[in-house]
Structures are given as structure tokens and as C-alpha cells.
């Protein structure tokens, strides 16, 4: 029996920039050096959240500040009480520009 053969994905250069830094911010965190099969296979089954690809940070509602935990820099977010307790952020430092998940719920 032959095995199937595997198929190309076609993604754009701009897709294919936030899939390599997924997956070294995956790598990263977990310890783990995944090829792009296992990786791909992975995210589509568990999703990009659930493997912790985007940092999780805290903070309050009484003072919405934050820092990034990739670079550091501390940063302002606009909350009001009509927002759930964990929104999802992108850090503004042009350098970095982390995809964050600011978790509110703190007192």
C-alpha cells in the first residue's frame, strides 16, 4: 500500500511571517522543536490559544496597565465594563508586536 502524498498549503508571505513566530513562541514555551507537520497538525486540532502561543498577562480593571511579557514594556489598555474579563491584545511596540491575552479578572 502507498502512502498519500502530501499536499503544499499556499499562504501568503504575511500569513507565513505569523505562522514561523507561532511556532517560535510555541517552541519557546513549551521546550519543545516541532516540525512544521506536527506543529500545523496540532494547532488545527487543539487551536492557538489552547497551546499558549499567545502569552497570557494580567491585569486590572481598576488599573488597565500591562506589561508585554516578550519585551517588557509596560502599556495602557482602554477597559470599560461592558468587556469581557480577558480581551486580546497586540503589544505596540513596533519591535515586537506580541499577540497577548490580558486577562482582567484580577480584583
Do not use: H
Amino acid at each position: 500500500m502507498t502512502e498519500p502524498r502530501q499536499k503544499s498549503i499556499g499562504v501568503t508571505p504575511k500569513e507565513k511571517e505569523r505562522l514561523a513566530k507561532a511556532k517560535q513562541l510555541y517552541e519557546e514555551t513549551t521546550g519543545d522543536k516541532a516540525d512544521w507537520g506536527s506543529f500545523l497538525g496540532a494547532v488545527s486540532v487543539l487551536g492557538l490559544a489552547a497551546l499558549g502561543v499567545y502569552k497570557l498577562v494580567k491585569s486590572s480593571k481598576k488599573n488597565p496597565t500591562t506589561t508585554c511579557a516578550v519585551c517588557g514594556r509596560k502599556f495602557s489598555i482602554a477597559y470599560s465594563e461592558g468587556l469581557p474579563p480577558v480581551v486580546y491584545v497586540t503589544c505596540p511596540n513596533p519591535n515586537c508586536q506580541a499577540e497577548l491575552v490580558v486577562d482582567f479578572s484580577a480584583p
